[in-house]
């Protein structure tokens, strides 16, 4: 039997959100900055992240990816800590995604990375950072390579928070669209129809988003509708902080009612 599961590629991407001059812009900025970067993005059709379960993440997400590494160890090398690679931390996980085909552990990211095919994404890079960093700064070995650990291991946090909430809007009967392009270029974290979403934590500085979605994409789209879900930041570290039941509830209800305007 043929795959019944939803796609959805980059070309689906553009089509939804390249149709103002400021997302056009944006979009050929990108295109030109780093080609491998490009290629290899709208070369990505996303599927697996449509069946992904709710309690699959939820198992994962109270784990400790991190292991024994201490908060104030994994922020102290200030290069490390302020890094980003060439390719977005977000495009990685989905790459990951489609091709183990669920969702998985910080472990199986981090051995995926390493393989030969893989590594040249990200593996190579921040490895050589991590050898900069202890020639320049002559930080030890282990402490660079932790603050690497440290620097993937809340960006992959992230990404489990969005799985979660995206796959329990889809649960609750909302056709939720993804795929790292509108994430990474556009902050839209996921949308339905002409409803965009967006997930935000209060005061987390590794979402590196100065600007939302609505800021990027409302210009000239008036039919667009913004859903954002906030959570506080919660100071405890060793795993991952998800929405309550109630305020997923709201945001479902949210997004059917802009979806029916």
């Known amino acids: 039997m043929p795959d019944q599961s939803p796609a959805t590629t980059a070309e689906d991407v553009v089509d939804t959100f390249v149709r103002t001059p400021n997302t056009t812009r944006i979009y050929h900025d990108w295109t030109g900055r780093r080609p491998h970067v490009t290629e290899r993005v709208m070369a990505h059709s996303s599927r697996a992240v449509y069946n992904v379960a709710s309690a699959a993440v939820k198992r994962l997400a109270s784990e400790h990816p991190l292991g024994g590494i201490k908060a104030e160890d994994g922020f102290r090398v200030s290069p490390i800590k302020n890094w980003n690679p060439d390719f977005a931390f977000v495009h990685l996980f989905h790459f990951a995604l489609e091709q183990i085909g669920r969702v998985y552990s910080f472990e199986e990211f981090r051995s995926w990375a390493a393989e030969p095919d893989n590594r040249w994404m990200l593996y190579e890079e921040a490895d050589a950072l991590v050898r900069a960093v202890q020639e320049r700064l002559g930080a030890g070995g282990r402490e660079a390579r932790d603050a690497m650990v440290w620097r993937i291991g809340l960006a992959y946090y992230s990404f489990l928070r969005e799985l979660y909430t995206v796959a329990r809007l889809r649960e609750a009967g909302l056709d939720m669209r993804?795929?790292?392009?509108?994430?990474?270029?556009?902050?839209?974290?996921?949308w339905h129809g002409h409803v965009v979403f967006e997930l935000f934590v209060s005061n987390n500085e590794f979402r590196g988003r100065k600007k939302g979605a609505k800021g990027i994409l409302a210009e000239g789209r008036p039919e667009l509708e913004f859903v954002p879900l906030r959570m506080?930041?919660?100071?405890?570290?060793?795993?991952?902080?998800?929405?309550?039941?109630?305020?997923?509830?709201e945001c479902a209800e949210q997004i059917r009612a802009a979806a029916a305007s």
Request: aromatic share 6%.
């Open 178 to 190: 993804m795929h790292p392009l509108a994430d990474a270029l556009f902050r839209a974290d996921a």
């Open 232 to 249: 506080e930041t919660q100071h405890v570290f060793g795993r991952v902080h998800l929405p309550e039941e109630a305020q997923l509830k």
